[in-house]
């Protein structure tokens, strides 16, 4: 530990730390726009610039390691008028249309003009202007908002390793986009969204389904169906200003009924599903030779990376639909044969915490000639913005519980929306179905957490099954590697897109810190230790599906169903030049 | 013998495998390991041959550096080579590098055996004819185009060194330049070269040869002026297994061509120089960054390195040392900001060339996160000589804080414009007035920008400031890596601060805010003050004209405070000196909307006197808004809302008919 | 050189890439410059076989050739007409010199005209600042010059067509 002095007040600060983080332990607040934890500090925006003893320009803090007996300014006219200023050069060079912004009162670009009071346009001129990229199903780029403080960036090179876009050009004419400009839908993005969530203003943002939304629950002809994804109900309270990790599972129900739609079901039923018949396709696999490790399948993100970058994997993928589209597809099918409905009037609305599902419904092997298995893909912030134009108070709505038959679920599928909870959930099932035997213990630790590559091995009968869950994409090459060297020693894998799995996903509420990813997590970890039935195959809807439509999984009628194929989307060299 | 690699005799054993540590010494004194008197005698000779000291055939020495290539030597020499044929003449061409006075190329030199070497200059082919006629056929002076002897002065022949140019200049760093010819290792070690390297290779540690290069007050000569012994001492006190060295040789500053030409002129200096520094951090690894824009100063480092190899002077074990070293050419690809260190190794790196804050400083976590030093081409250029020569005398020169001499570009108008070297502690006046030999065509004198376009422009007034770090820096200028811009009365200063703004304002790589955004602001304001009033003619935009002025100063303060590297902290400096001395330049754009020195076209007006002008129609015909009206032969009319004042028609009239206020 | 299937740039490029180590990031800047050197340009597809090659995204080494002067990402003109911007070669009025240059091609900078005979580029320092102002076309100096002379210097440049004379990058298909 070292002292030093922060705004004449002495303090202690660990060597190596940054004047940034030694002002916060003491509760000094230091703004900033292009920091992000945990990665190196690139000190290009310098909203966060200090005035240090004995140095003649003002440093930035978030890359200046603190020193003994340095004596550091944080407040000083000096440092405001600098800080003013740069929020003013920004603000004059944004396009400045707030009031329209969908990251209106939202926006940290916003923020800081209100901070530092800018008042007046002082230095008025040029503004860049380029288009808005609407080319993707999933993100919108609208350049001309972005302040190039480069977080999108780093967190798509160094955190997703995808690098679907960059800076280009330099200096006043820098932009970050893709290569050669062109629309996002044809470059190597897998549209997670990560860079949404941390993008300041609304430079990168998910193309809205709103409007399709809302035109089919005016629509009287449609049945208008809604199923929330598991993670979905561990963050819209944070929304509302609930702490994170508040389960909001009632009021949500309620929140969607008074939208006007006529069945409020459970993505968690079809989690379920999911895991009968992805256990079972696993088994099979060990048990026939089949291509092995296997992934899951459940996270189109990941589906889409495969598909870009190692289309030769993509045997090793499940070929399980995800769980919303299986929810889609049992409605259509056995649930409108059920209930005497044509299923293209059936309108499937999924409420997920993810972009990429926006694009996986559009994907033309999940549409039949007619229809699509769902219609439309509502982020967790879109539906905020919607209870807000339908006048809904969140807070103070009452709460109800799911519609039958499609939301039952168990505590297994609960977990469906954190990293390594596909695993366990799978877990829970194969070991019963290997052995006809529970689990001792149902709550697999090393599996859950926040690492990047967690492990298990299980013993079943004398056979020793090796599993490994991949916390986020960019930890997947190695992965990749072993299989294609022949090396791996993994039967099954589970695979997150997005670190700390659904409850980091890209369609969740915008925040900044870590440690919310964590209460979330627990919070689904709560629900399922609450639950009486923790095991997929204890659902008794799902049973009674099997029992009156699929027969068993992986029959025939399931795989046609609820089972997809994959294709090769590496981009093509072009071959002329 | 016909180069230094080939062996004196059996008994001579160096090789680039098996090094001896004693090669250098035989090169210049003669074989060490054995005694043999014709082994001596054949390398005395040899030597002697190397500095034209006893030759046969007449030798003429052509300046072939990019200024004089750009002014014609290739031709001078074809046309040498051509004559020599016609009168079935014998002489040895040789090329050397530039000796700095580029305003009189191409020169030429001429050695008679027996005689002393003589230079000429301004050279073209024509006169090529006349020259050897009279110097090699009737071994006489071609005294039309003399400029001096190398050797003693005659009444007829002045010396060389007595011109005005090169009177009041110091040569360490451009010692070689112009004199040896710079793509031959053996020239370079006959004119005492390597003798350092096995200085320091024999008697001195790491720790001794930076405490020479400490104690010589040596400062980077690329910009900062940070003091090289002490980045030396950071980066030999890190310990890692892998050091690096790179020589800066992006010289990106428009103005500058010092580096440009230390390395197509004496090549082998810098090269020795980089052995010299990476023996004392410890580098085994080193890079020469240099800018794509000098083809010919890379293809000379290229074959430096290659004749180094050959010596055994590069690659393992250099002379039985146990030290050693590999030297790659990075080509750098066109960004200005490349020459900020951190930039740089992005560059290298294979990145975008932004820079990163610091700490950690380079010399700590640079290339590949080693401890790595950059040092500039001349800083490089100035080792040899201070560990040869010992570091009081370098320290001798100079003022207290800057020590040794620096070399400055000089161009612009300005009589004698090329390259030059001085002592530190020289005026201004002195470089501008004797050396420059002042402001050509009878103008006057108005300001000298100095250090780029991070530096400033100081007039007449502050003509007798010194040339150190200190002095030029507040002065408001700085000593930059060496531009010297001579402008006369007819250069606008709004005009010029809105050229570096724009400048810059291209080269900024966009990372930071103040520097993306805070430059272009300034450039917006500064384009504004002579925006003319007819075609924008809007209360708004005359009042933002007033107020970017009021805000412009608050601008500035806050570019210099916060910007993330020199290129952006520096960018507010040319309007900072501007204002500073040239403020009523300014009102008077501003109040009185003009500009007395006719650059700023918008603020001009042109017409076409109909007394004179004669309807001849070119003026109509280059006019590109056709805004010029008239019929053949008749008086023609500038259409004034359709002019944009380019001054074209000024340019083709050949009846001087247009006038301009 | 628009072979089917782009077999033959294949094969270019792979014979670039012997003289580099592969999956070396520092190797990018050197190969755009090889590359760029054969087809005055950078082809889309050269830089996806880079991106192979260095194991880099696109979108990285997109944004290398957009930040360098150096690289161009359209073709350039049979001449390129570089003129200087330096300090010395602006002090001397190469404004003009570009502004005439501009209006007789009737193109702005860093443009080619229609017929791809001329490209104009600004430099900003070619180093000749002793001979400003200067400006360069191909590899011919022309110094302190004047407007009154571009015309003669355009006139010497497009009657000959450079494309008959140029030399065919030699490769070895095997």
């Given at each position: ?33 292009c ?5 190196t500090p690139t000190g290009a925006c310098r909203?966060?610039v ?5 140095q003649r320009n003002l440093v930035p803090?978030?890359a200046y ?83 190039l403080?480069g ?16 800076f280009?050009k330099r200096g006043f004419l820098s ?403 | ?218 400062r980077g000569r690329g910009g900062a002026g940070f003091p090289t012994?002490k980045k030396w001492?950071l980066a ?8 690096y060295l790179i020589c800066n040789a992006d010289e990106g500053d428009p103005g500058a061509f010092m580096d440009r ?16 520094a ?8 080193a890079y020469i960054y240099c800018r794509a824009e000098y ?34 050419i990075k080509k750098g690809a066109g960004a200005f900001v490349c020459g900020e260190e951190t930039a740089l190794i992005a560059s290298i790196e294979g990145k975008r060339g932004m820079p990163k804050p610091r700490p950690p400083f380079p010399a700590i976590s640079g290339l590949w996160g080693k401890p790595t030093v950059i040092n500039n081409v001349e800083t490089l ?69 100095i250090g780029g376009p991070s530096g400033g ?12 770090y200190?002095?030029?820096k507040?002065?408001?200028a700085m000593m930059g890596s060496g531009g ?16 570096f703004l724009t400048f810059i304002q291209n080269e900024s790589c966009g990372k930071c805010v103040p520097c993306r955004e805070g430059t272009k ?38 570019i210099r405070d916060t910007s993330l590297c020199g290129l952006g902290q520096s960018a507010p400096n040319p ?87 | ?25 520092s190797?990018l800047i ?33 944004g290398v050739?957009t930040f360098y002067n150096q ?15 330096g300090t ?36 900003n320092c070619?180093g ?47």
């Open positions: 530990m070292i002292q030093l002095k922060i705004n004449n007040v002495a303090i202690k600060a660990e060597e190596g730390m940054s004047v940034l983080d030694a002002a916060k332990s003491v509760g000094i607040h230091i703004p900033t726009l920091h992000l934890k945990d990665l909203i966060c200090v005035e240090v003893e004995g803090s978030c390691p603190v020193f003994k007996g340095m004596s550091v300014e944080t407040n000083s006219a000096r440092v405001r008028r600098a800080r003013k200023t740069i929020v003013e050069l920004l603000v004059e060079n944004h396009p400045q249309d707030c009031l329209v912004c969908v990251r209106n009162k939202n926006c940290e670009l916003q923020d800081l003009s209100d901070k530092y009071s800018v008042r007046e346009h002082r230095y008025v001129g040029e503004k860049k202007d380029h288009a808005i990229d609407i080319s993707s199903a999933s993100i919108e780029r609208d350049p001309a908002k972005c302040i403080c977080r999108c960036v780093r967190v798509c090179h160094e955190v997703q390793k995808v690098g679907a876009i960059d280009t932009t970050v986009t893709t290569p050669y400009n062109k629309g996002i839908n044809i470059s190597d993005c897998i549209l997670c969204g990560q860079c949404i969530l941390v993008c300041p203003t609304a430079a990168l943002r998910e193309k809205s389904s709103m409007k399709e939304v809302a035109a089919a629950l005016n629509d009287k002809r449609k049945f208008t169906v809604v199923q929330i994804a598991p993670a979905v109900r561990a963050t819209l309270g944070e929304e509302y200003n609930m702490p994170p990790g508040t389960e909001v599972t009632g009021k949500l129900i309620t929140g969607l009924r008074r939208l006007g739609f006529n069945k409020v079901f459970d993505t968690n039923f079809s989690a379920d599903l999911t895991i009968m018949e992805e256990a079972t396709e696993l088994i099979h696999r060990i048990n026939n030779n089949g291509k092995l490790p296997m992934f899951t399948s459940c996270c189109p993100g990941w589906v889409k990376y495969a598909e870009h970058n190692k289309p030769e994997i993509l045997e090793h993928i499940s070929t399980c639909k995800s769980p919303h589209e299986m929810e889609g597809a049992v409605l259509k099918t056995y649930y409108a044969k059920k209930m005497e409905i044509d299923p293209k009037d059936i309108f499937v609305v999924s409420i997920m915490p993810c972009t990429v599902k926006k694009y996986e419904s559009s994907r033309s092997e999940l549409k039949e000639e007619s229809y699509a298995d769902v219609d439309a893909v509502l982020t967790t912030r879109e539906l905020t913005r919607f209870f807000k134009l339908a006048g809904i108070e969140f807070n103070d709505l009452p709460e109800d519980n799911f519609d039958d038959p499609l939301g039952e679920s168990t505590g297994a599928a609960a977990i469906f929306g954190t990293s390594g909870g596909v695993m366990e959930a799978a877990l829970r099932t194969a070991y019963y179905k290997l052995t006809g035997k529970e689990l001792e213990t149902l709550e697999l630790e090393p599996v859950r957490g926040d690492k990047n590559i967690k492990e298990i091995s299980i013993k079943i009968s004398d056979m020793e099954l090796n599993f490994a869950v991949v916390n986020g994409i960019g930890n997947i090459k190695p992965i990749i590697d072993d299989i294609q060297n022949g090396t791996s020693k993994y039967h099954f894998i589970e695979v997150m897109t997005c670190p700390g799995g659904c409850v980091n996903g890209g369609g969740q509420p915008i925040h900044q810190k870590n440690d919310k990813i964590q209460k979330r997590m627990k919070a689904l970890y709560q629900i399922d230790s609450n639950m009486t039935y923790r095991r997929s195959h204890e659902n008794e809807s799902v049973k009674i599906l099997y029992e009156e439509f699929f027969t068993e999984p992986n029959s025939y009628c399931a795989h046609e169903i609820l089972h997809t194929k994959y294709f090769d989307r590496k981009i093509k060299r072009k071959t002329q030049i | 013998m016909n180069s230094f690699i080939e062996k004196c005799c059996n008994e001579c054993w160096h090789t680039v495998e098996k090094p001896c540590e004693l090669f250098i010494k035989c090169c210049t004194e003669g074989a060490q390991c054995h005694n043999n008197d014709s082994c001596k005698e054949k390398i005395k000779t040899y030597n002697k041959e190397l500095k034209f000291e006893i030759h046969d055939l007449p030798v003429i020495f052509v300046g072939k550096g990019t200024c004089g290539l750009a002014a014609g030597a290739q031709k001078v020499e074809d046309a040498v080579n051509e004559e020599l044929k016609r009168l079935n003449l014998k002489a040895i061409i040789e090329p050397t590098g530039c000796i700095g006075f580029c305003a009189r190329e191409v020169i030429v030199d001429i050695k008679l055996p027996g005689k002393d070497r003589i230079s000429y200059c301004e050279v073209t082919p024509k006169i090529v004819p006349k020259l050897i006629q009279k110097t090699l056929v009737e071994k006489e002076i071609y005294k039309e185009k003399l400029l001096g002897t190398f050797g003693e002065p005659s009444e007829e022949v002045p010396s060389i060194h007595n011109e005005p140019f090169f009177k009041h200049q110091l040569k360490i760093v451009l010692e070689n330049c112009g004199v040896i010819n710079p793509t031959s290792i053996d020239s370079y070690i006959s004119n005492k070269g390597f003798r350092a390297l096995i200085k320091v290779f024999s008697a001195l540690r790491s720790e001794d040869v930076i405490r020479e290069i400490l104690e010589s007050g040596l012994g001492e030999f006190n890190q310990k890692a297994e892998q050091k030409s230390v390395l197509e002129s004496d090549p082998f200096r810098v090269v020795e120089g980089m052995l010299i990476a023996y004392a951090i410890g580098a085994s690894k083809p010919l100063a890379i293809s000379r480092l290229q074959n430096t390195i290659d004749q180094c190899k050959k010596y055994g002077l590069l690659g393992n074990n250099i002379l039985n040392s146990g030290f050693s070293l590999e030297i790659k250029a100035n080792i040899s000589s201070i560990i040869l020569n010992g570091s009081k005398k370098f320290a001798s020169i100079g003022t207290a804080s800057s020590k040794g001499t620096k070399v400055f570009a000089l161009s612009g108008n300005i009589k004698n414009a090329g390259l030059i070297e001085v002592p530190m502690g020289i005026k201004l006046e002195d470089v501008v007035f004797n050396i420059g030999g002042g402001i050509p065509n009878n103008k006057k004198f108005k300001a000298v920008q422009c100081l007039p007449y007034s502050v003509m007798s400031t010194q040339v150190d200190e002095s030029l507040n002065a408001g010297f811009v001579v402008m006369d009365e007819e250069t606008c200063m709004v005009d010029v601060a809105k050229f602001r300034m450039l917006e304001i500064i384009e504004r003050i002579p925006h003319s009033y007819k075609r924008t003619a809007n209360k708004l935009d005359q009042l933002q004209r007033f107020k970017g002025i009021i805000h412009l100063k608050r601008l500035a303060d806050v309007v900072l000196s501007g204002l500073r001395y040239f403020k009523e330049e300014y009102e008077e754009h501003l109040y009185e909307r003009k500009c007395s020195s006719g650059v700023c076209k918008e603020l001009l007006t042109f017409s076409i006197d109909n007394r004179v002008c004669t309807g001849c129609g070119v003026c109509l015909k280059k006019c590109s808004s056709g805004a010029i009206v008239g019929e053949k032969g008749q008086a023609h009319y500038i259409v004034e809302e359709k002019c944009i004042k380019c001054g074209m028609c000024v340019e083709s009239c050949r009846f001087e008919a247009i006038n301009v206020n | 050189m628009n072979i089917k299937n782009g077999y033959f740039e294949k094969k270019m490029h792979e014979h670039i890439f012997k003289n580099y180590e592969a999956k070396d990031k190797s050197p190969l755009l410059q090889d590359i760029q050197s054969i087809y005055g340009y950078l082809p889309e597809a050269a830089l996806q076989d880079i991106s192979d090659f260095v194991d880099m995204p696109l979108s990285r080494i997109y050739a690289f161009r990402l359209t073709p350039l003109g049979e001449n390129i007409i570089r003129v200087c911007r010395a070669c602006h002090v001397k009025n190469s404004s003009n010199i570009l502004f005439a240059i501009e209006t007789a091609l009737n193109i702005k900078a860093g443009e080619t005209t229609r017929d791809k005979k001329f490209t104009i580029e600004i430099v070619i000749a600042c002793s001979i400003a102002p200067v400006v360069t076309v191909n590899e011919d100096y022309y110094g302190r010059i004047s407007v009154k002379d571009i015309p003669n210097i355009l006139k010497k440049y497009s009657k000959v067509s450079k494309k008959d004379n140029l030399p065919q990058p030699e490769v070895n298909l095997a």
